[in-house]
């Protein structure tokens, strides 16, 4: 018997191969996406679903399921060796981790496969072939957009584009974080009518303008938060801190502080801000508990997204919820959820003139600065707030699952 997909509760399998939501975040590898699959898990169990994550088994003493909240477990799948590794080195062990979800999806098949991430897309296309399941892939981040900035410094596996072509041939719905990500999937000769988009979303209650805040100097507090890669572009904060005599800047992100010293990046933009003359002005604290990432935020004046690219960027809506105004790199996602001038300010990437020009106006003008951050929080609260993001993704599940009439496409959504 066929069910009845229009309404009543679904079985969700989200699958993050290298993003668990259990991970803690600030390395290389833990960022965005782990934060995106842990909240949409969360608020699609909010509606009534029941939702499993599926991530690599990267520690010998996981247990096989982790109750992370009710209606969301994770599961840890067996692929490759039982300890962490760079995302870049999976793929081998991708045909393995597909064959553990044929395996249970055979016993226990979900209503819908929803993939993040590349590889995990290649994972998932594996069982949902041999089980004829429906399944919809959001990229998150595309090889063409990291190749075309990191040229020969990306190290992806040569065959990743070809890959992330042949998932989005294969599934049955992309669904793409932002209005760029929809132009860079057709330019990859994928179908635009099988594109929805659905942004990321922020915890609205965790970041709000009202709570504690780090304590401040006196100085004009600049911030930039996120993985301590050189493509988030810290580099070009510190270049912008020394056209702004006045400001200081923390930086946050990267191993934890007791372990910063070990780290290159953190090694390159300290002899930078040395060479600047801004050592004084410039203060790292490392990767902080998320508990703590409000409290910097809701402090500064400003909050700084210099990508050099951004497939989606959560930091920017983290920091319009705090109230707090954003001067962001007007690349991927920052393009749609920063709006110039009413939330912010968006600048051309790699550009630290740019950047300390736009930074020094709102500095100067307390008045117009506080009304960026009044309209931001209200521009999450409208737009990115989780509920709204997985009521939007359910709309995408049910149209996938929905019969269609022969020759009926959906088109790209907002």
Not at 313 to 335: K, R
Request: charged residues 25%; proline residues 9%.
């Amino acid at each position: 018997m066929t069910r009845d997909h229009r309404a009543g509760a679904l079985t969700i399998a989200l699958v993050s191969e290298h993003a668990s939501p259990l991970a803690v975040l600030g390395g290389v590898d833990a960022g965005g996406q782990n934060v995106h699959v842990a909240h949409l898990a969360g608020a699609l169990a909010d509606r009534g679903h029941r939702v499993a994550v599926y991530t690599r088994r990267d520690a010998p003493d996981l247990p096989a399921r982790v109750p992370l909240r009710p209606g969301v477990e994770v599961r840890h799948v067996p692929a490759g060796p039982a300890r962490a590794l760079p995302k870049d080195e999976l793929l081998p062990y991708m045909p393995q981790f597909g064959r553990h979800l044929e395996g249970e999806w055979e016993k226990e098949p979900p209503d819908l496969i929803h993939s993040h991430f590349w590889m995990s897309g290649v994972a998932a296309l594996q069982a949902t072939r041999a089980l004829d399941l429906p399944f919809a892939h959001t990229y998150h981040a595309l090889g063409t957009v990291k190749r075309r900035h990191q040229k020969d410094a990306d190290t992806s596996p040569p065959d990743r584009i070809a890959w992330e072509t042949k998932v989005g041939e294969g599934c049955d719905r992309i669904i793409a974080t932002c209005h760029d990500e929809v132009a860079e999937l057709t330019a990859m000769g994928l179908c635009a009518a099988r594109v929805s988009v659905v942004p990321c979303g922020v915890d609205t209650a965790r970041f709000t303008p009202e709570g504690p805040t780090v304590p401040r100097t006196g100085r004009p507090l600049l911030a930039q938060v996120g993985r301590l890669v050189p493509r988030k572009g810290a580099a070009v904060s510190i270049e912008a801190l020394a056209l702004l005599p006045d400001a200081e800047l923390v930086i946050a992100g990267g191993p934890p502080l007791a372990r910063l010293d070990e780290d290159p990046e953190a090694g390159r933009l300290r002899r930078l801000a040395h060479d600047l003359g801004v050592t004084d002005r410039v203060r790292f604290t490392g990767g902080l508990p998320c508990e703590e990432v409000p409290a910097l935020l809701r402090a500064a004046d400003v909050v700084l997204c210099p990508a050099d690219y951004e497939p989606f960027g959560i930091v920017p809506l983290e920091a319009m919820g705090c109230g707090t105004p954003v001067v962001a790199s007007a690349v991927g996602g920052q393009q749609d959820t920063v709006a110039d001038p009413g939330t912010g300010r968006l600048v051309p990437p790699g550009d630290p003139l740019a950047l300390a020009d736009a930074v020094a106006g709102l500095l100067a003008d307390p008045e117009h600065r506080a009304a960026c951050g009044a309209a931001g929080r209200r521009r999450v609260l409208t737009r990115y707030g989780w509920d709204r993001v997985a009521a939007a993704t359910e709309t995408v599940y049910r149209e996938v699952l929905a019969p269609r009439p022969a020759g009926t496409q959906s088109g790209v959504t907002a």
